[in-house]
């Protein structure tokens, strides 16, 4: 399987981007899709994440009441709505797949990763 994430862009703070990631190959099975995201100089951290097939999310505390995770399974995509951005959300943000039968916010979990797209948030 593979993963290409996009939507990414440069957004003043207050504003909303959709990032969206697309999986090829095997998209049906139990797993959990989630985004995570990395700023320059800080390691990689858990954003929020969706079981597969049922309607299980997680988020991190930063972005909670911000940021929604949705899924289209006839499309194979995760997206990640942003809304109400904040200089500090600025970072690449990578969507990835964990085949546990549980929400990890571990990024050494999952073992797929796309590609990232650049999240950059003015003040």
């Known amino acids: 399987v593979q993963l290409q994430a996009s939507g990414g862009g440069l957004v003043q703070a207050g504003g909303s981007l959709r990032l969206s990631c697309a999986a090829s190959g095997q998209t049906s099975g139990s797993y959990t899709m989630g985004w995570f995201r990395q700023a320059p100089g800080k390691e990689r951290e858990f954003v929020a994440a969706t079981r597969w097939t049922v309607s299980t999310t997680s988020y991190a505390d930063t972005v909670k009441g911000r940021f929604t995770i949705s899924k289209d399974l006839a499309k194979g995509t995760v997206y990640l709505q942003m809304n109400s951005l904040k200089p500090e959300d600025t970072a690449v943000y990578y969507c990835?797949?964990?085949?546990?039968?549980?929400?990890?916010?571990?990024?050494?979990?999952?073992?797929?990763w796309g590609q990232g797209t650049l999240v950059t948030v003015s003040s």
């Open positions: 990835a797949r964990d085949y546990n039968f549980y929400i990890s916010h571990n990024a050494n979990d999952y073992d797929v």
